[in-house]
């Protein structure tokens, strides 16, 4: 049995408590990622951070001082074994507070280990975007590639999403139901990023 920290990091725009599509879809995969891992004998232990309830600064440093509170995000995402970007879509691109986030963990690229690693090693990272129109493939394909270049590794089809009809006001929270095909991906994504996970927390990569 492997014991797995999920921590969820949702870039909504809007403060808490204000309802949040966002929250909904990384919830219903934080939810299948403790199906699978209990299926499969481990345990999944999740906290979700509103990032926007939070005073995190402009800058690339782990910490930019003078009240600002990346670094206890910082910390959580050191003591979770996978991290969950969900952001909404806005324009067709990820949300600033995901993009602040992203600019925020480029400080890692510089922190190692005991053994010489660059800190993030052995972390699983995934990804949840919802939005009307499109943006969805493109904003995982900017999070996949930064979250990849600081130290996290990502599973095979590590993306759920879902996307609206175009020039429509619909939101994810809005649905009576999940639509079967997001339902299926999220599942996948929550089995892939589990397995990842349990196998590098049991054998890291080499230093």
């Not at 910490?63 to 067709?92: C, E, F, H």
């Not at 079967?180 to 994504?189: H, I, M, P, Q, Y």
């Not at 892939?192 to 230093?207: F, G, I, K």
Request: charged share 20%.
């Amino acid at each position: 049995m492997t014991d797995l920290s999920v921590l969820v990091l949702n870039c909504t725009l809007k403060p808490s408590p204000a309802p949040s599509s966002s929250d909904k879809l990384s919830g219903q995969l934080v939810d299948a990622m403790k199906d699978v891992a209990q299926q499969a004998g481990h345990t999944v232990a999740a906290e979700t951070v509103r990032v926007v309830d939070h005073d995190v600064h402009p800058g690339v440093e782990a910490d930019m001082g003078d009240g600002d509170q990346w670094p206890q995000i910082r910390s959580k995402i050191l003591a979770a074994d996978v991290l969950v970007l969900a952001t909404p879509t806005w324009m067709g691109q990820q949300s600033s507070v995901c993009q602040r986030v992203l600019e925020r963990l480029d400080a890692e690229v510089a922190e190692t280990d005991e053994a010489g690693r660059p800190i993030l090693y052995g972390k699983v990272a995934a990804v949840t975007v919802v939005g009307n129109e499109d943006g969805a493939h493109h904003i995982s394909a900017v999070a996949f590639q930064c979250l990849n270049d600081v130290g996290f590794t990502i599973a095979a089809q590590a993306a759920t999403y879902w996307n609206g009809e175009a020039m429509n006001s619909t939101d994810y929270n809005d649905l009576d139901e999940t639509p079967e095909a997001v339902a299926s991906t999220t599942k996948g994504v929550a089995t892939n990023t589990v397995h990842l996970a349990a196998a590098l927390a049991a054998s890291n990569y080499p230093a």
